[in-house]
């Protein structure tokens, strides 16, 4: 996960998550999900953020090591109650074929 080192209050940063590689069905059908927590500088998990699992990839492809990548940007918006300090951005991405995980983390700092 490439990381963003700095936000301010209003800001809006997206995360995009790029893979290649998953494993295929015999039928070339591939299953890619991911999983994204934020946690606030005291650790506290953030608002929108849960163990839901969203879906990154799903359905036939080409080839297995095409470059590839979430369907929707993944937005995170620090609203002006956020408290200062650095963010912790925790993803597990699931290769479910193949039933691989990949965890990934970077961090932005709220600053003035």
Do not use: W
Not at 57 to 67: A, I, N
């Amino acid at each position: 996960m490439r990381e963003r080192s700095t936000a301010k209050r209003g800001d809006i940063v997206g995360l995009k998550i790029s893979f290649t590689g998953m494993s295929l069905t015999d039928d070339l059908r591939a299953d890619v999900t991911y999983v994204v927590k934020v946690f606030a500088p005291d650790g506290s998990v953030s608002d929108g953020t849960d163990d839901k699992d969203e879906v990154a990839l799903q359905g036939k492809v080409p080839l297995r090591f095409s470059g590839c990548d979430n369907q929707h940007v993944i937005a995170i918006r620090f609203e002006q109650r956020d408290p200062l300090g650095t963010d912790k951005i925790v993803a597990l991405v699931k290769d479910n074929v193949g039933h691989h995980q990949v965890p990934l983390s970077g961090a932005v700092e709220l600053v003035q």
